[in-house]
Structure formats: C-alpha cells, structure tokens
Nanobody, 124 residues
C-alpha cells in the first residue's frame, strides 16, 4: 500500500511560520493532485490548499490566502505547505491527500490516499 507522510508540524507563536512536507513516494507528481486539509479539535476536516499537476495551478481556502503557499518538488516527490503569519485558529492536525489526476480539489471526497497527519499548534 502506498503511503503518504506528512511532517513538519510543531508549536509556534502567533505570527510564526512552519513548513509542512508531504512525502508521496509512488505518486508521480506530474499526474497526481495533492491536497492539504486540516482538522481542528471539535471541528470537521476542511480543505486548506491543493496543487494541480496539469498546469501547476493552486487553490487556497479564503482563511489562508496570502499566508500559505503550496509548492511541489517533483524530483523529491514532495509537496510543501509554507505557512506564514500563523494564527491561533490555524491550530489543527494537518493532513495531505493524493489522487492520480491532472486536477486537485479542496473536497476530501476527491482523494483516496491520505497521510497520517501532523499537529500544528499556534499559541498567543
């Protein structure tokens, strides 16, 4: 079974930065859509960002636009989520997901492969 591995979470103060990594061995990123999702305590999982291999286009939830940046390194089969200007409401377990497609989506039902999650805690 092909696994995704999310890493890079940790504890930061408000305004800080973190870079999450999603290692996707076995997924050629030139035809795999990758999405980042998060689940805060007591809340449903929500889409944060995704990147489409078709044209490198990206999508961001309004709550993270201008603060988060998604990128991919095809040679390393890794997708990154650079998170700047972090806020307490960004605290959540972050997951990456993959689907063999030329597109990506902010909807979790699009993806059939999920990583184990990495915890991000932002304190004031």
């Amino acid at each position: 079974e092909v696994q995704l591995q999310a890493s890079g979470g940790g504890s930061v103060q408000v305004g800080g930065s973190l870079r999450l990594s999603c290692a996707a061995p076995g997924f050629p990123l030139d035809d795999t859509g990758i999405g980042w999702f998060r689940q805060a305590p007591g809340k449903e999982r929500e889409g944060v960002s995704c990147i489409s291999p078709r044209d490198g286009s990206t999508w961001y939830d309004d709550s993270v636009k201008g603060r988060f940046t998604i990128s991919s390194d095809n040679a390393k089969n890794t997708v990154y989520l650079q998170m700047n200007s972090l806020k307490p409401e960004d605290t959540a377990v972050y997951y990456c997901a993959a689907e063999r497609s030329y597109y990506c989506s902010g909807h979790e039902s699009f993806y059939s492969n999920w990583g184990q999650g990495t915890l991000v805690t932002v304190s004031s």
